[in-house]
């Protein structure tokens, strides 16, 4: 069964840390996507990552995608609390025309 | 910033009425989505179309639902039969090409009494 898990599920940090959000899929796929979503609103595309080894950087977030290993990652550094949010990784299922959405991931950024 | 957009925002209707909910993609988009999540959970896949016609679909998309781009513009999810267990908040999205990411609507919240 094709499965997409997110770890942490629930993350409450204070400002100013550092924590990473880790994205872990089962199935062939090159391309992965960060998605982050507010309580009520819709999906905001962050990264899309193409390729092993690619790595995005905006703000205070960057991720990464190492596809041998099925793994990417969501670094946040130095929190702030407008990062507060639910974050999804999503993966490209190779020769589909679908995403499988990881299970989220409820980041509370304390001030 | 072009924008999807969808109507109603929210939808309450009957047990075992049709709905049909309405999305407008960006215009110069070709791939067109629907996803659902049901209160604030996982976003699941229910329908990709592309070129016109259906090229994906998950389990949850029975023969209950269906989708259409009558006009070139709109796209639309129409459910004939509504269940208690299809409330949720609908999100139509788009892209341009296969390796972008989504842009999502706002969403529809359909409510099933």
């Known amino acids: 069964e094709l499965k997409v898990e997110q770890n942490p599920l629930f993350l409450s940090m204070q400002e100013g840390k550092n924590y990473t959000i880790y994205c872990n899929y089962s199935t062939t796929s090159d391309r992965l996507y960060w998605y982050r979503q507010d309580p009520g609103k819709s999906l905001e595309s962050l990264f899309v990552?193409?390729?092993?080894?690619a790595v995005k950087q905006e703000g205070r977030l960057m991720a990464s995608l190492d596809t041998k290993a099925r793994l990417s990652t969501l670094h946040i550094t130095a929190a702030v609390h407008d990062l507060s949010a639910t974050y999804f990784c999503a993966v490209d299922i190779a020769g589909t025309y679908k995403y499988i959405f990881g299970t989220g991931t409820r980041l509370k950024v304390l001030a | 910033e072009p924008e999807v957009t969808q109507t109603p925002s929210h939808q309450v209707t009957q047990m075992g009425q049709e709905v049909i909910l309405r999305c407008v993609p960006i215009?110069?988009?070709?791939?067109f989505y629907w996803y659902r999540q049901i209160l604030g959970q996982k976003v699941e896949f229910l329908v990709s179309f592309y070129n016109n016609e259906i090229s994906e679909k998950s389990e949850i998309f029975d023969d209950q639902f269906s989708v259409e781009r009558p006009d070139g513009s709109n796209f639309t999810l129409k459910i004939r039969s509504t269940k208690l267990e299809d409330s949720a908040m609908y999100f139509c999205?788009?892209?341009?090409?296969?390796?972008?990411?989504?842009?999502f609507g706002s969403g529809t919240r359909l409510t099933v009494v």
């Open positions: 990552l193409l390729s092993n080894g």
């Open positions: 999205a788009s892209k341009k090409i296969r390796e972008d990411g989504y842009t």
């Open positions: 215009s110069n988009h070709l791939y």
